[in-house]
């Protein structure tokens, strides 16, 4: 007799009654029926959502062990939560939700020496007066490698971040650097990177935070004198996650007091993981001597997905929301949405809440409506191939023209302003810019905005040249 869905849980149910009260296991255990085996996943029956609710936030470790005992280590938990529907149908409403396999995060606890007469370290995340040095780690267990798919657009950074939560500060990816435009996911990765490392080390100190709320608390310290405190606090994370690290531009007080964390913690062989919408190069109001440390570890890109990744994404997310949808609509939101994961994410959520809310089908027809109107609504993205197809339109050439390596003046001020306009428009880095307008370096993109910017104060045929496809672009 092979392995059936009822043979795999009975074993299950076998190893967890040994491991939990007679009670516990009749409450939340005996009523549960499984339902299907497909491909390592086992789906079990539970009655209500707030059941599922239940054993995710007080047994998922335990049905994590006994699952991966039968199924191995590439078992998959599917909650099917059956209730009466109550819109006079006689069909019971079932609804699919996949395990997160994951407990939720607890405090962690640091060690403080003692070096003063006062042994109460300031923690700039609790209420002051209150002696605790219980910390959270800020970070989101949602946001985890699993969901977090791999394709050509994030491999390096994916596999780099991967690198850094096997061996956090023993790899040459220190700092690591994630940047990208807005909605590619690198919030996303810093923290999968900070959840997998607490998973892996649970005794490292991990701490998740913007570089905004970083600098709320600098100036607090400040005001009331405790900075020394504040610099003695994040000296004894493990793990430090500063997303937005471009944020600091300017602030050079908040610059100073990264420094000699950054440093502190580099030379004890910590890890420091950063997020920024810019590469180094391109940071503006950033010293120095921060940025040759930024470029010490690792600047790992995330580019726009293509269009098998974004395929891939709508249909993790539509199996973690336990959505099933037909493939011609998955494909032709994939086709229109291409900027970023944000808004793919959110069409697709959009599309569920308007058959949801409306007891509609979803059809082809209303994915083309929801589509056109999040397209509409969303304040468009011009991407770098955008810009050279309006350029060379306008100068009536080809982009291939475009991207020669031809001197001839109109051609060099058509690629001139093809760079300026990219480096205005989007949030791509230099070196981007400079790779997939004509395969140029950073310097040549630098060299072409500085001269269109001399050009239009000086040539007047220029000038509208900038104006006209200005227009164009917003």
């Known amino acids: 007799m092979g392995v ?13 009654e040994d491991n939990i009260q007679p009670q516990a296991f009749k409450t939340w255990f005996l009523p549960i029926k499984p339902v299907r085996l497909q491909d390592n996943a086992l789906s079990i029956q539970v009655p209500s959502k707030f059941f599922y609710e239940w054993l995710e936030e007080h047994y998922v470790k335990l ?43 607890a405090p962690q606890e640091l060690d403080v020496p003692i070096t003063s007469k006062n042994p109460e370290l300031k923690n700039p995340f609790i209420i002051p007066g209150i002696r605790n040095i219980k910390i959270e780690s800020q970070l989101n267990p949602n946001y985890n490698f699993e969901n977090f798919l791999e394709g050509d657009s994030n491999r390096l950074a994916r596999s780099a971040g991967m690198a850094v939560a096997n061996k956090p500060g023993g790899t040459s990816f220190n700092p690591l650097l994630v940047f990208g435009g807005v909605g590619l996911g690198k919030t996303h990765l810093a923290h999968a990177i900070g959840v997998e490392i607490k998973e892996k080390y649970p005794e490292r100190t991990v701490l998740y935070i913007s570089a905004e709320k970083f600098t709320q608390q600098y100036i607090e310290s400040v005001k009331k004198n405790t900075r020394n405190d504040f610099i003695h606090f994040y000296q004894l994370i493990d793990v430090l996650i500063i997303d ?13 007091v990264f420094f000699h964390i950054f440093n502190h913690l580099h030379q004890n062989g910590k890890q420091v993981i950063l997020t920024s919408d810019k ?12 940025l040759s440390r930024f470029k010490w570890g690792l600047s790992a890109e995330l580019q726009t997905p293509d269009y098998e990744t974004r395929i891939s994404i709508l249909k993790n997310k539509l199996y973690r929301d336990g959505v099933e949808m037909p493939e011609e609509i998955i494909e032709h939101v994939a086709k229109h949405i291409k900027t970023n994961i944000r808004e793919l994410e959110g069409a697709i959520i959009s599309l569920i809440a308007q058959a949801s809310f409306n007891k509609r089908e979803v059809t082809l027809d209303l994915a083309q409506q929801v589509v056109e109107k999040f397209v509409k609504n969303t304040k468009r993205e011009v991407s770098i191939d955008y810009i050279q197809k309006v350029v060379s339109d306008y100068f009536e050439m080809d982009v291939a023209t475009l991207q ?3 001197r001839k003046r109109h051609i060099v001020q058509a690629r001139q302003l093809a760079m300026f306009f990219a480096k205005k428009f989007t949030k791509a880095s230099l070196a981007s810019i400079g790779s997939q307008i004509g395969k140029r370096d950073h310097a040549t993109v630098l060299h072409a905005c500085k001269t269109v910017d001399n050009l239009a104060e000086t040539d007047k045929q220029f000038r509208k040249y900038i104006e006209d496809l200005n227009k164009k672009f917003t």
Request: glycine share 4%.
């Open 4 to 16: 059936t869905a009822t043979s795999v849980w009975n074993n299950c149910l076998a190893f967890i």
């Open 63 to 105: 049905l994590k062990v006994a699952l991966r005992k039968e199924l191995g280590a590439n078992a998959k938990l599917v909650y099917v939560i059956k209730m009466e529907n109550k819109y006079g149908n006689n069909e019971p409403f079932t609804e699919k939700i996949p395990s997160s396999n994951r407990s939720t995060m």
């Open 244 to 256: 937005d690290v471009q944020f600091l531009s300017g602030k050079s007080g908040t610059q100073d």
């Open 279 to 290: 590469a180094p190069v391109d940071m503006q109001d950033i010293e120095q001597r921060l």
């Open 404 to 406: 020669s390596k031809t």
